[in-house]
């Protein structure tokens, strides 16, 4: 693999340029491909490109395209942001005939999209094949390269899929600070220093990502493993927790800032077995900072719970997703009953570790009494955690959305809507708040009421528990989460607050 230390930014004639488009500089995916080409002696550059006013970054853009004189620009995009790639392409390819190529899991999902726009696409991982196919362009030769598994002309019939990469401890790690790496800042596009990763990291850079798996035992059919599932089949694939803590360390002791959590970004963490668990857990307490992650509650048990909460603090992220079993059943087509999700949360709580749960709200085949069920059950939450809430999005070509299509609602909102960005003023999450902080009774009765008074009285409330009260709630568990240490709380206060005040600037504003 590449050195770890931050080499100097430069960019690199006839190199790669990879783009990444979210909104912060987390983009696990990117960083692997960057990885991949540095340890295969391939020039690399990534831009990450958290700007949303793209216009602004055309003559930056185009500069900086011309100047890196790159031999071809990957752009990796996940649905919401579509039309930001289709934006980028265009300012590439409206002065440079240089190949882009789309890829990342929208692509994935939808390949069709991505032909209109792109000269290539990719489907499935490409650490491999994308190395392969600059090779092949480096070759040179007549017309477009057509026989890379996985890379797709524009111009060819159907598509191919990149085989999976089925030994994940052969690739190379991701770097926390990428070297050769640039940022859109200002309308500008500059290298990635140290000033510019705290401010666009999220929160600062404060947390370490890191993936040990890649899958997930379930298959929801609101979720793109509902088709990742066919394109790299159903096995969970995992790392040693070896290879996983050299990562880790490389990351962790040249990580130009504190780091408060590791941040797993696995499917389901804890899916892994038992043993597994206990091998990381006694090489992780070299670095022992609190950790995140992903639980599915039917695999979280009083073993695997007992060994994390060795490490001190941490999150576990679960998903409730409805309180009603028929939702989870019949639409999400999820294993999960309403006991298996309780256990789930007395065994959290019992080890002391701090959760948060997500729920999906404005779902067109819910109706106010599955509404009801959900309050119910996040009443019942205890008080060191928090809830998510999401908004349903139907990602095309998913089990869900071709159910949806069926029965005739609308679906094409994939490309544009953020699943974060819930209806703060509708009746049901607003009863989900108010039921999650002031109990199953209150919320139930205001929402039968449906009246003028009842209405307001909802509002009113919900108004109160997200501006008021889950502040106060989300200060706590910070510090319950940094294992109640006074000196790691300050340091996570330091590094939370201006995205904090942030984000609660941004929320009232966008009630207006
Ligand atoms: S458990 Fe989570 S990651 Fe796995 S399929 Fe369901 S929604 Fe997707």
Redesign the pocket.
């Known amino acids: 693999m590449p050195s770890m230390q931050q080499n100097e930014n430069a960019r690199r004639d006839n190199g790669v340029l990879l783009i990444s488009l979210t909104s912060s500089l987390d983009n696990i995916g990117v960083k692997y491909l960057h990885s991949a080409l540095l340890a295969n002696n391939i020039q690399s550059t990534v831009l990450f490109f958290p700007a949303d006013d793209v216009d602004e970054y055309t003559e930056p853009m185009k500069n900086f395209v011309k100047a890196g004189d790159f031999i071809m620009v990957g752009i990796s995009l996940m649905s919401i942001a579509f039309e930001k790639a289709v934006k980028i392409t265009r300012i590439i390819k409206s002065h440079s005939s240089v190949p882009v190529v789309w890829g990342g899991i929208h692509p994935t999902i939808d390949p069709d999209s991505a032909r209109t726009h792109a000269d290539y696409f990719c489907v499935g991982e490409a650490e491999a094949s994308l190395v392969e196919f600059v090779n092949r362009l480096k070759e040179g030769g007549e017309g477009p390269v057509l026989d890379v598994k996985g890379l797709n002309h524009s111009s060819q019939e159907g598509y191919t899929i990149a085989p999976s990469i089925t030994n994940l401890d052969t690739l190379a790690f991701p770097h926390h600070h990428p070297p050769y790496a640039y940022v859109s800042d200002a309308k500008q596009i500059l290298p990635l220093d140290t000033r510019l990763f705290r401010k666009h990291a999220r929160y600062h850079g404060s947390q370490l990502t890191v993936i040990s798996s890649r899958g997930?035992p379930?298959?929801?059919s609101?979720?793109c493993?509902?088709l990742l599932k066919d394109t790299f089949g159903s096995k969970v694939r995992r790392r040693s927790p070896e290879n996983v803590m050299r990562e880790l360390e490389a990351n962790y002791y040249t990580s130009p800032v504190h780091i408060n959590y590791v941040d797993f970004y696995d499917?389901?963490l804890i899916s892994h077995p038992d043993k597994w668990i206990e091998r990381f857990v006694n090489l992780y307490k070299k670095i022992n900072v609190p950790l995140m992650f992903?639980a599915?509650p039917s695999f979280i048990t009083e073993h695997k719970m007992a060994l994390l909460s060795s490490i001190p603090g941490g999150f576990a992220l679960v998903?409730l997703q409805s309180g009603s079993e028929k939702t989870n059943a019949l639409v999400y087509k999820?294993k999960q009953t309403r006991e298996t999700f309780i256990k789930a949360i007395e065994i959290i709580q019992r080890h002391g570790a701090c959760g948060s749960y997500d729920i999906i709200t404005e779902n067109p085949y819910e109706t106010e009494e599955d509404w009801h069920k959900t309050i119910g059950l996040v009443s019942k939450l205890p008080r060191n955690t928090f809830i998510t809430l999401y908004s349903l999005t139907f990602y095309k070509n998913t089990e869900l959305y071709r159910m949806a299509l069926r029965d005739g609602l609308n679906v094409e909102t994939h490309k544009t809507k953020s699943q974060g960005k819930v209806a703060h003023k509708s009746r049901e999450v607003r009863a989900i708040r108010v039921g999650f902080i002031f109990g199953e009774a209150i919320a139930v009765n205001l929402l039968q009421r449906g009246d003028v008074v009842g209405n307001a009285a909802l509002a009113v409330l919900a108004f109160v528990c997200q501006y008021f009260i889950d502040p106060i709630r989300y200060i706590r568990l910070g510090y319950i989460s940094q294992g109640r240490n006074i000196p790691r709380f300050t340091k996570l206060l330091f590094s939370f607050s201006s995205h904090f005040l942030r984000n609660y600037v941004l929320a009232f504003s966008a009630r207006k």
């Open positions: 997930c379930f298959k929801c609101f979720c493993n509902d499917d389901c992903h599915i998903g999820r």
